[in-house]
Nanobody
Framework: QVQLVESGGGLVQAGGSLRLSCAAS????????MGWYRQAPGKQRELVST???????NYADFAKGRFTISRDNAKNTAYLQMNSLAPEDTGVYYC???????????????WGQGTQVAVSS
């Protein structure tokens, strides 16, 4: 199993920045894709950004130019630097990772518990 610990959320004024972290630990063969999703009150969970183990990134349109995803493969940790935050960025941000089991090499995904981001106007 993989355990994910997220941190870095909080309350920030519009225009401010936050940096989220997601650390993966447990018994796995490899961590492949790491990503961030968010869910605003009353809305569905949506993709924010993903990054592969090779560093290929993908961003939702709303994240392009403002958010930057990165990862430290040695630490099995992904980061999301969020700049120019706006009230509509408010929500719970969830880390999601794709990983392979040690012996059978099954591909599974795991979710973190979420970290709250609140942006005041």
């Amino acid at each position: 199993q993989v355990q994910l610990v997220e941190s870095g959320g909080g309350l920030v004024q519009a225009g401010g920045s936050l940096r989220l972290s997601c650390a993966a630990s447990g018994n796995f063969f490899s961590i492949n894709v790491m990503g961030w999703y968010r869910q605003a009150p009353g809305k569905q969970r949506e993709l924010v950004s993903t990054i592969t183990s090779g560093g290929d990134t993908n961003y939702a349109d709303f994240a392009k130019g403002r958010f930057t995803i990165s990862r430290d493969n040695a630490k099995n940790t992904a980061y999301l630097q969020m700049n120019s935050l706006a009230p509509e960025d408010t929500g719970v941000y969830y880390c999601n990772v794709g990983w392979e089991t040690p012996s059978t090499r099954y591909y599974l995904t795991s979710w973190g518990q979420g970290t709250q981001v609140a942006v005041s106007s």
